[in-house]
């Protein structure tokens, strides 16, 4: 499992629930959408590592 790319997905996740309350606070729904991409992305990169780290489980039991 590669840490340091959960950590890099969840601080795109920090950052996209930012941007789109901050869309959200100005009335900028642009913002607000980029700030949900960014939220799909990271949740998209876990579930990425979730599936390498079934794989490596997978084989090791072999």
Do not use: C, F, Y
């Not at 930012?18 to 960014?38: F, I, S, V």
């Amino acid at each position: 499992m590669g840490i340091d790319k959960r950590v890099e997905a969840t601080a795109k996740d920090v950052q996209g629930k930012a941007q789109e309350a901050w869309g959200d606070l100005t009335d900028d729904p642009k913002l607000e959408l980029e700030g949900k991409a960014k939220q799909v992305e990271a949740s998209a990169e876990h579930k990425k590592e979730d599936l390498k780290d079934q794989a490596h489980r997978t084989i090791d039991n072999v």
